[in-house]
């Protein structure tokens, strides 16, 4: 049975609630470091070969996806068997802020080795904090209530990483031909654009508004209790691996998931880390502009969420996911499609009138319009992926299952990115790189079609 904290009337109590903080903490870093400001800065300023630099971006979140691979599952089980989670969030979240801030050092010429190793340790601090803080959920939420409160808090985290940007794109970035914001002001702080600074404040500014809404979880939100010593508990977690590999293979509803969710997270993934770069190496986008691009994302992400908790309460996560995934497609075959005069591959053409002020180009207005479908859904698939898994184990194995959880989000992950950089480097295309990311999505769509939910072991399927 599952022991839950949440209130009468469907209202989350204090614990909850702090947990839900953990998504408003954590997506800054996502949003302003890894897609929209950070990412770009690195491709577009911080060296002069912009395909070479695409491909860096994408070796370090190959070589982060390897280690978040292997040792996911392992840090999982052994956290089962030592019952407090809090602990282990707060090794990775010290390890997290001080490369954050590390990426102030990364201006233009600088090394781009160290970046990728501040990025690749940032990435591996990130995504160990969120195994250990997914795993907590089914502890904390109900049935019932596990997809609304995911898809909620996934909204949380993008209403945050939004307050981020925009504080980013109107007082901090400035244009590299006036040195003015969006309000026509000097930068605060007095940062100059010239050297990047607009773009490297984002590391320690996520490091400060990570530190700071993280709080509230280790204060409020319950944990399991201790259970065994840290040596005992690694060493019965070890021991468990193979154990829980081999269950698997009887579970095997729950191992189709995890494999089609393996598959299309590689694809989500790749839209993430890719989708922003790819934009401000297509049209030369700015600090400024890739900034309000991802605001308008954000926004719509918000939308996103809301509606898809209803959804995932009425009709179940499957339903969620696999709508999303069908957004996704459609809204990255549009992007593939898509050059500085043409959408649909050259089926309508789209001159270029005027290149002055935002977004100026018909090209740009139509790669914004396709980022709205991946707005609308790359939360959803993701927060309702979280509740799907949720449904599927049961409270005592959700540390080792949430730690194959997200083994298949990360197992594979490397293929993506490095689908895209052994394309791209080849023909010299970013486009057809990114056109690699349908492969993922279109394959792990059909295997989710076949697949019973929730994933438990009986195979008895409920909507």
């Known amino acids: 049975?599952?022991?839950?904290?949440?209130?009468?009337?469907?209202?989350?109590?204090?614990?909850?609630?702090?947990?839900?903080?953990?998504?408003?903490?954590?997506?800054?870093?996502?949003?302003?470091?890894?897609?929209?400001?950070?990412?770009?800065?690195?491709?577009?300023?911080?060296?002069?070969?912009?395909?070479?630099?695409?491909?860096?971006?994408?070796?370090?979140?190959?070589?982060?996806?390897?280690?978040?691979?292997?040792?996911?599952?392992?840090?999982?089980?052994?956290?089962?068997?030592?019952?407090?989670?809090?602990?282990?969030?707060?090794?990775?979240?010290?390890?997290?802020?001080?490369c954050l801030a590390l990426l102030w050092t990364a201006a233009p010429g600088?090394?781009?080795?160290?970046?990728?190793?501040?990025?690749?340790?940032?990435?591996?601090?990130?995504e160990f904090s969120i195994v250990f803080n997914d795993s907590m959920m089914p502890r904390l939420v109900s049935q019932e209530e596990v997809g609304r409160v995911s898809n909620t808090a996934w909204g949380l985290g993008y209403l945050g990483g939004m307050i981020v940007l925009i504080?980013?794109?109107?007082?901090?970035?400035?244009?590299?031909e006036t040195g003015m914001t969006l309000l026509g002001r000097e930068p605060l702080f007095g940062l100059d654009p010239q050297t990047g600074e607009d773009a490297r404040v984002t590391g320690p500014l996520s490091a400060i508004w990570y530190f700071v809404f993280i709080l509230p979880m280790f204060l409020f939100t319950p944990d399991a209790p201790k259970a065994k010593k840290?040596?005992?508990?690694?060493?019965?977690?070890?021991?468990?691996?193979?154990?829980?590999?081999?269950?698997l293979r009887a579970r095997r509803n729950l191992l189709r998931f995890l494999i089609a969710r393996m598959i299309y997270q590689d694809g989500v993934n790749g839209l993430l880390v890719l989708g922003g770069v790819f934009a401000a190496a297509m049209f030369g986008w700015s600090t400024m502009e890739i900034g309000i691009y991802g605001i308008i994302l954000n926004v719509v992400a918000i939308l996103g969420c809301a509606i898809a908790g209803r959804i995932d309460r009425l009709m179940g996560s499957k339903t969620v996911v696999l709508?999303?995934?069908?957004?996704?497609?459609?809204?990255?075959?549009?992007?593939?499609?898509?050059?500085?005069?043409?959408?649909?591959?050259?089926?309508?053409p789209l001159p270029i009138s005027a290149t002055e002020g935002l977004f100026a180009t018909p090209a740009e207005k139509a790669y914004i319009l396709y980022g709205l479908l991946i707005g609308l859904s790359f939360g959803p698939v993701q927060a309702s992926s979280r509740s799907y898994m949720s449904r599927s184990v049961e409270v005592d194995e959700a540390g080792r299952y949430f730690g194959i959880y997200a083994l298949s989000g990360r197992a594979t992950s490397f293929m993506a990115t490095l689908s895209f950089s052994l394309v791209t480097a080849a023909t010299g295309s970013a486009r057809l790189g990114m056109a690699t990311l349908l492969i993922f999505l279109i394959v792990g769509f059909c295997l989710l079609w076949n697949t019973a939910y929730p994933a438990r072991a009986n195979g008895r399927t409920t909507s």
């Not at 090394?111 to 601090?125: F, K, Y």
């Not at 504080?167 to 400035?174: E, F, M, N």
């Not at 499609?337 to 309508?348: K, P, Q």
């Open 230 to 247: 840290f040596g005992a508990a690694v060493r019965a977690g070890l021991g468990e691996i193979s154990h829980t590999l081999h269950e």
């Open 167 to 176: 504080a980013v794109v109107l007082l901090l970035a400035g244009s590299p």
């Open 1 to 98: 049975m599952t022991t839950t904290v949440t209130e009468n009337a469907g209202r989350p109590s204090r614990g909850v609630l702090s947990w839900m903080m953990f998504d408003w903490a954590a997506q800054p870093y996502f949003t302003v470091v890894t897609t929209f400001i950070f990412g770009p800065y690195f491709v577009s300023r911080m060296t002069d070969d912009p395909v070479m630099a695409q491909t860096a971006w994408s070796n370090a979140a190959t070589i982060a996806g390897i280690i978040i691979a292997i040792l996911s599952p392992i840090l999982g089980s052994i956290a089962d068997h030592s019952g407090a989670r809090k602990p282990w969030i707060a090794v990775f979240a010290v390890i997290k802020i001080i």
């Open 110 to 126: 600088s090394s781009v080795a160290w970046v990728m190793a501040l990025i690749i340790l940032t990435s591996i601090a990130a």
């Open 323 to 348: 709508i999303s995934l069908g957004m996704l497609l459609a809204a990255t075959l549009g992007i593939v499609s898509t050059g500085v005069d043409f959408t649909l591959f050259g089926l309508i």
